[in-house]
């Protein structure tokens, strides 16, 4: 489950979800591919908006 500590606009959500289950279903392990989904969306977002993000298995 990938939960948000605080609230965060949902374009920045949407694409972080988007790229984090295009990695999922390309094979890659959840927290892999979380991660991932995440570090590619630093270079056009501020960390505030990523790391409001946690995954929690």
């Known amino acids: 489950m990938i939960v948000s500590l605080w609230q965060v606009p949902d374009k920045e959500t ?5 790229a984090f289950y295009d990695n999922w ?3 890659q392990p959840v927290e892999q591919a979380f991660a ?3 570090v590619g969306l630093r270079k056009k977002y501020p960390a505030f ?9």
């Open 14 to 18: 949407a694409e972080l979800m988007t």
């Open 36 to 38: 991932k989904a995440q």
């Open 49 to 57: 908006y990523l790391t409001a993000f946690v995954l929690v298995e």
């Open 25 to 27: 279903l390309k094979g």
